[in-house]
């Protein structure tokens, strides 16, 4: 009985993560309708951020989480301005092309330098133990730094200026440009944004687990799970998609082999498209 | 356009043509490498041709088509290595089995558009993958090798090897021939509607629904009956390689990079794609830079030259519409 509740407190935990990744994605789609293909190779730029700047520079691993974030809010704007500006506003497919295009020469390019080796970032926090189950500390940062962060972004798209109008020109771009918002510096920005929260949860991951270049696809494809459970542009149904894809996880793990958990995953991905696209979690009522 | 008067446009014969030329380069000095060549190119082309059906035609970008090229593999090898079927009837099962699913799996993501539609289609391809990857009658994540003697009743391998690039370059020939007679048909012309507006296509009496349902299975069949082709050839099928999504998506590059919506573009797209990829590949300096590059190409495709090569051939030299779609 309480395997079961350790298991699912832990996917909880890691769930969160997904969660942190899901929230730059569906930050970037709400508010300009692109689905960022290069998502996946965002995160593992997070994974590799803290590695090489734990490893060249000797920074402890949770110190290089800020610089990683802060490097792929600017590889976010100068990937906006080079694969995304063109295509706004033009059908869906052509944002899918130039975002998994970028995704192309990212990933290319890595695994050039890198190769498919595994990477690993050595991280070692006491846990905390509990009727003789341990949940590693490492776990537990993760998710406390994701509902920090998560709780900074709610503060910055309500209470702060430019967060206030990313919101506005998510809601009506032509509204808010004649409102006086530079409307496509600020989807340069949101979108710097989405990228630098994909950066942070592959800096938390690369904390948890080991990593290789290819890595970011297997993240990418829950972070899609996630948005679609939380509703595309809505970060925090993201946070709660991400909560319950943890949990599901977490329920799953001591009862079914391990490898069927991606079908039931995937399953679970394309019946809630069909019934509920606008998602599980969307509290906000929409027109 | 009634079904005969297909056989009186010069369209049709310039592809019949160009279909008998394929077979029969390779045949001069039993070039075997050129073979196989074509073979991988005659594979893309029926892959990136189909692809078209929805992409070009009917407007609904299907990321996960190649679910269609690896469930036809594995049907057509289930039936030929467990119950020894012979290879042509698997084939055209794996074809008939894969159309039908298709059909069903139609009905329900259909009613999805524009990217939540793109979405679903990974979704079901990763959900198939992942299936297929625990199921053990299947040989789950390690696959299923096809034993030898399957080639025995074809005339033992070699002769095999030649029969089945046959047929696949009459498959590819086939999904040419498809793809022109769909579209110079009232089915075509209502996909080609509801790709321009899909609700403007309703008010005016085109049964959306049943025909992209139809269409999302007729773009299943060839490339299914291809991957059980492939597959029988290679003797060998896993899941990572019956549903790469790299490929998948690859095939939409092709699609792109030929010019969508035309004939001719997704075959273009798909030989000029796969003369560079086998270029960048033996090319020791480049070889590690092969997604890069075409990644690249992908970027510059979609910022610059969304018409793709027939697109551009087109607007350039007018005339050539009307002969080359």
């Known amino acids: 009985m309480y395997g079961i509740l350790a298991s699912i407190i832990d996917g909880v935990l890691v769930g969160s993560v997904y969660g942190l990744a899901a929230m730059g994605l569906t930050l970037i789609w709400g508010v300009m309708d692109v689905i960022n293909l290069a998502h996946g190779a965002m995160i593992v730029a997070g994974m590799f951020g803290v590695f090489l700047l734990t490893d060249s520079l000797g920074l402890p691993p949770y110190a290089a989480i800020g610089p990683t974030m802060v490097l792929g809010f600017f590889v976010g704007v100068l990937l906006y301005w080079i694969a995304v500006h063109r295509v706004i506003g033009r059908p869906a497919l052509m944002s899918l092309l130039s975002t998994f295009s ?69 809601d009506n771009r032509e509204a808010a440009e004649l ?77 079914i082999p391990v490898s069927w958990i991606p079908v039931i995953e995937f399953v679970v991905f394309v019946v809630v498209l069909i019934a509920a696209p606008r998602g599980l979690f969307n509290f906000r009522r929409r027109s | 356009m009634r079904p005969l008067a297909i056989l009186r446009r010069p369209f049709f014969w310039l592809i019949v043509l160009a279909t008998i030329a394929f077979a029969l380069v390779p045949l001069r000095g039993n070039n075997v490498e050129l073979r196989e060549e074509l073979i991988l190119a005659a594979i893309y082309i029926t892959l990136a041709s189909n692809l078209n059906l929805m992409i070009g035609y009917a407007g609904y970008v299907n990321f996960g088509n190649i679910v269609f090229f690896g469930l036809g593999g594995y049907v057509c090898i ?160 896993q899941p990572s390689d019956a549903f790469d999504l790299t490929l998948s998506i690859e095939a939409i590059v092709m699609v792109m990079l030929g010019g969508q919506g035309t004939v001719v573009g997704p075959a273009l797209g798909a030989f000029v794609y796969e003369e560079l990829r086998s270029t960048l590949l033996t090319t020791a300096a480049l070889s590690s830079l092969q997604l890069v590059i075409s990644g690249g190409l992908l970027l510059v495709i979609v910022l610059f030259l969304p018409g793709g090569l027939m697109g551009w051939v087109h607007r350039r030299w007018p005339g050539t519409a009307r002969i080359l779609e």
């Open chain 1, 179 to 255: 409102a006086g918002i530079p409307t496509t510096q600020v989807l340069s920005l949101a979108f710097g944004l989405g990228v630098a929260l994909a950066c942070t949860s592959g800096a938390l991951i690369a904390t948890l687990f080991p990593f290789t270049v290819l890595s970011g696809g297997a993240y990418q494809l829950k972070s899609f799970v996630v948005t679609v459970l939380g509703g595309l542009g809505n970060p925090a149904g993201a946070l709660f998609g991400g909560l319950a894809l943890g949990l599901l996880e977490g329920l799953a793990t001591p009862f």
């Open chain 2, 78 to 237: 289930y039936l030929v290595n467990t119950l020894g079927w012979p290879l042509m009837l698997a084939a055209l099962s794996g074809g008939a089995v894969v159309s039908l699913l298709a059909y069903l799996f139609g009905l329900g993501i259909l009613r999805l558009r524009g990217a939540y539609f793109a979405l679903a289609t990974i979704g079901v391809n990763e959900a198939v993958s992942a299936f297929v990857s625990n199921f053990e009658p299947w040989g789950g994540a390690s696959g299923i090798y096809m034993s030898i003697e399957a080639y025995q009743p074809l005339g033992g391998a070699m002769q095999a090897l030649w029969t089945i690039y046959f047929m696949i370059v009459a498959v590819m020939g086939l999904s040419l021939v498809l793809s022109y007679a769909i579209k110079r048909s009232k089915f075509g012309l209502g996909l080609l509607a509801i790709g321009q507006n899909e609700d403007a296509a309703l008010v005016l009496g085109v049964p959306a629904p049943r025909y992209k349902a139809l269409v999302y299975s007729a773009s299943a069949f060839l490339p299914a009956v291809a991957g059980a082709l492939f597959f029988f050839k290679s003797a060998f099928i």
């Open chain 1, 102 to 170: 970028a995704d192309m020469v990212l990933i290319g390019l890595g695994t050039a330098v890198w190769g498919t080796v595994l990477f690993n970032v050595p991280v070692s926090l006491p846990g905390i133990t509990w009727r003789g189950y341990t949940f590693t500390g490492t776990h537990i940062l993760a998710a406390v730094l994701t509902a920090v962060i998560a709780g900074g972004l709610y503060l910055f798209l309500n209470y702060a200026r430019l967060g206030k109008a990313i919101r506005a020109v998510s």
